[in-house]
Nanobody, 123 residues
Framework: QVRLVESGGGLVQAGESLRLSCEASGRTLSSYSMGWFRQAPGKEREFVAA????????FYADSVKGRFTISRDNPKNTVYLQMNSLKPEDTDVYSCGAAGRWPPTRLNNYNYWGKGTQVTVSS
């Protein structure tokens, strides 16, 4: 069993930055691809970014490419999402997940989820 806890969300103005963290406990993350998804109330979870277990491959949604960077620190069992040049449309609850199947861009390939952290970007 893997327990994931996100942190780092908050309220920022457009153009500012935030860094989200996702810390795992209960089992090492090194065998999982990891991803960040976001979800607005009443909508489906939307893919944001993913990284494979060795951090040699990363994937991004077109809407965040060039602004967001995903990274991981396997010894610390932590995954990060650096979000720069934030826009009001980035406002959502951001959740991290651990994917046991490939590719990590697909929601159904995820085995474990955190509860999420709120990101709010004001204009």
């Amino acid at each position: 069993q893997v327990r994931l806890v996100e942190s780092g969300g908050g309220l920022v103005q457009a153009g500012e930055s935030l860094r989200l963290s996702c810390e795992a406990s209960g089992r090492t993350l090194s065998s999982y691809s990891m991803g960040w998804f976001r979800q607005a109330p009443g909508k489906e979870r939307e893919f944001v970014a993913a990284i494979n277990w060795s951090a040699t491959s990363t994937f991004y949604a077109d809407s965040v490419k060039g602004r967001f960077t995903i990274s991981r620190d396997n010894p610390k069992n932590t995954v990060y999402l650096q979000m720069n040049s934030l826009k009001p449309e980035d406002t959502d609850v951001y959740s991290c997940g651990a994917a046991g199947r490939w590719p990590p861009t697909r929601l159904n390939n995820y085995n474990y989820w955190g509860k999420g952290t709120q990101v709010t970007v004001s204009s």
